[in-house]
């Protein structure tokens, strides 16, 4: 027999509140730039909007803002329903609260260290692709994400299913970096240090920065 996941009156709560502020988010998004949001929700098709709007976008302008702060919440749901799935922690407002603002400053921090040591190196045109990239496939699954753990929360709530939906949106990251990483092989294999450099103190660092705060 199926294993079901305890919940309380509180949490239900608190959890529908961030589920129905980031539905507004993505409204918004779909709203401020419907013909780009029709390309953009094309997961299996990225290439095609990248096509479009890479060349003329970066991570500054107000479709990608908009669709990072979705991200950081999705992902602070996904991080929150990991930890607690892991009794890491407790299924709490508060550590929900922490979590968000403790990965947004993260964020805010990496990219103002990243541009600065990027302009420095003279990297910053073939980063500012890259990551923009990165950037948007990130959105792209944590819109997928969405959907299904709001399917999660309040339809099909089994421990086996949250750990079926943290296991795909693992795949689907790594897929996703590991094809941006092979589309600019060529550009980085003459800046492998610069690329190592990323990786571990961009990309592994942060997060370890993160869990030590937490734990």
Known sequence: ?????????????????????????????GSSNKSEFKYFIRFFDSALYFKIYGKEK????????????????????????????????????????????????????????????????????????????????????SILSFFLFLFYQFTFHYSEFLYALLVTILILYVLSQLSLYREYWNEFKGNLLYLILYLCVFKIAPWIVLYSTLN
């Open 1 to 29: 027999m199926e294993d079901w996941i305890l919940r309380n009156n509180t949490q239900q709560d608190w959890i529908s509140l961030v589920f129905l502020f980031n539905f507004v988010l993505f409204t918004i998004l």
């Open 58 to 141: 970066t991570r500054l302008h107000r479709f990608t803002i908009i669709g990072t702060l979705f991200l950081t919440l999705n992902f602070s749901l996904i991080l929150f329903y990991t930890l607690t799935f892991l009794k890491f922690a407790s299924p709490s407002f508060p550590f929900f609260i922490n979590l968000t603002f403790g990965i947004l400053a993260l964020i805010l921090i990496r990219f103002i260290v990243e541009n600065t040591v990027f302009k420095l190196l003279g990297l910053n045109e073939l980063t500012e692709s890259f990551q923009f990239k990165s950037l948007s496939h990130q959105i792209q699954i």
